[in-house]
């Protein structure tokens, strides 16, 4: 009888678990979520605005040395894709907001199109567990890939993977 004390409550937890009305987090082939984040310049973006692009949406953080690691080569992609239907947009999740990530540019020499996600909404949203991550989205708004760790964003390959998606018709 003193086990099924035990039990019950465990259950009825699991049960709760199992109701639980929060989103699944994004997965590939399916539609990207909608978010609308500001710029460091107070520019409002929304990444359904973007449709017809396709779209790098890269979590970071100054403090994460596998994105720092990663911003040669994201800016290189950047400018390798310019003039091209691609949008860049990396969301920093910086809990200093645009004053931790104006310092950091400074002193580093940087630059990327960077959006504020300080309170962590739409990396919550997206099911982010750490930084780097970062999701390819193509230009009818599907998720295509998502990357969890650091990469070589100017690799050929991937040149190539997105100029491919660019060249599908609409």
């Known amino acids: 009888m003193r086990k099924i004390f035990l039990i019950l409550p465990i259950l009825f937890l699991l049960a709760l678990t199992g109701c639980s009305k929060e989103s699944k987090p994004p997965v590939e082939e399916n539609p990207a979520p909608d978010f609308t984040l500001n710029t460091l310049n107070g520019e409002v973006v929304k990444l359904s605005d973007l449709k017809g692009q396709v779209v790098i949406v890269n979590f970071w953080a100054t403090w994460c040395p596998p994105c720092r690691e990663e911003i040669p080569s994201m800016m290189r992609l950047n400018a390798a894709m310019a003039g091209k239907p691609f949008r860049m947009l990396c969301v920093s999740i910086d809990e200093g907001g645009k004053v931790a990530v104006e310092e950091f540019f400074r002193k580093t020499g940087f630059t990327l199109p960077v959006l504020l996600d300080a309170d962590k909404r739409v990396g919550k949203l997206y099911g982010t567990t750490g930084v780097p991550e970062t999701f390819v ?34």
Do not use: C, Q, T, Y
């Open 137 to 170: 989205i193509d230009r009818h708004g599907v998720i295509l890939k998502k990357v969890v760790g650091a990469m070589e964003w100017d690799h050929p390959e991937v040149i190539a993977f997105l100029n491919n998606e660019l060249s599908k018709a609409r």
